[in-house]
């Protein structure tokens, strides 16, 4: 029975899509509809259970609704699910997220809103900048850099990308830092260097006016 409301409901649509002076199969839904259990959306009624074709001010869309969710199947097998709290799966039909797929996904270019703050602030003068040494502790002790998970906590949790993004600018801000401070201690060793190489052309100078006195007495 469900197979052939199916059938008329895209039959409807169909109808609706190639018609061009019917109205018949738009702002109606086909479908499993007990009781009238029907809700309103934008002004048209939708079944909890239906397909239908609505027509908006200039164009039409297909509306689907499955009141306790909606899977999309290929060769017998679900291929795309949305749950009733809208999460949306792709090759699982437990989705966790808003979006959760299982395998890889092939893209362009990803964006991701921050809902972290950027870590400019560790450029600010009042920032605790950890001395090299308290990090070499800490490695020692933990076996990975600070404010960055474990290996096991990854395994556990996996990563969340827009925070690890932020976490791993940190680190290289914070690089920057020690970068800045190790190159301004090498220009103070090469300045000493230079005065130590003066002192002692100096040195030797002095050495050897005071070997010709020596021999001239």
């Given at each position: 029975?469900?197979?052939?409301?199916?059938?008329?409901?895209?039959?409807?649509?169909?109808?609706?899509?190639?018609?061009?002076?019917?109205?018949?199969?738009?702002?109606?839904?086909?479908?499993?509809?007990?009781?009238?259990?029907?809700?309103?959306?934008?002004?048209?009624?939708?079944g909890?259970?239906?397909?239908?074709?609505?027509?908006?001010?200039?164009?039409?869309?297909?509306?689907?609704?499955?009141?306790?969710?909606?899977?999309?199947?290929?060769?017998?097998?679900?291929?795309?699910?949305?749950?009733?709290?809208?999460?949306?799966?792709?090759?699982?039909?437990n989705?966790?997220?808003?979006?959760?797929?299982?395998?890889?996904?092939?893209?362009?270019?990803?964006?991701i809103d921050?809902?972290?703050?950027?870590?400019?602030?560790?450029?600010?003068?009042?920032?605790?900048?950890?001395?090299?040494?308290?990090v070499?502790?800490?490695?020692?002790?933990?076996?990975?850099?600070p404010?960055?998970?474990?290996?096991?906590?990854f395994?556990?949790?996996?990563?969340?990308?827009?925070?690890?993004?932020?976490?791993?600018?940190?680190?290289?801000?914070?690089?920057?830092l020690?970068?800045?401070?190790?190159?301004?201690?090498?220009?103070?060793l090469e300045?000493?260097?230079?005065?130590?190489?003066?002192?002692?052309?100096?040195?030797?100078?002095?050495?050897?006016?005071?070997?010709?006195?020596?021999?001239?007495?």
């Amino acid at each position: 029975m469900r197979k052939i409301i199916l059938s008329i409901a895209l039959l409807g649509i169909t109808f609706g899509m190639n018609s061009q002076n019917q109205t018949i199969g738009l702002n109606y839904s086909f479908g499993f509809n007990p009781d009238n259990d029907n809700f309103t959306y934008n002004g048209a009624s939708l079944g909890n259970y239906a397909l239908g074709w609505y027509m908006l001010t200039s164009s039409a869309e297909a509306r689907l609704s499955g009141y306790g969710g909606i899977k999309l199947f290929t060769n017998k097998n679900p291929r795309l699910t949305i749950s009733y709290n809208g999460n949306v799966g792709i090759g699982t039909i437990n989705p966790d997220m808003k979006l959760t797929v299982k395998g890889n996904i092939h893209a362009e270019e990803v964006k991701i809103d921050l809902n972290v703050p950027a870590p400019d602030y560790v450029f600010k003068k009042d920032y605790y900048l950890r001395s090299i040494e308290e990090v070499e502790d800490f490695i020692k002790e933990n076996s990975h850099l600070p404010e960055i998970p474990s290996a096991k906590e990854f395994e556990q949790n996996g990563i969340m990308q827009a925070e690890m993004d932020m976490n791993l600018l940190k680190k290289i801000e914070e690089l920057t830092l020690y970068t800045i401070q190790q190159e301004k201690k090498i220009n103070k060793l090469e300045k000493e260097n230079e005065s130590l190489k003066l002192l002692a052309t100096q040195f030797e100078a002095l050495q050897k006016r005071l070997e010709k006195l020596e021999n001239s007495k």
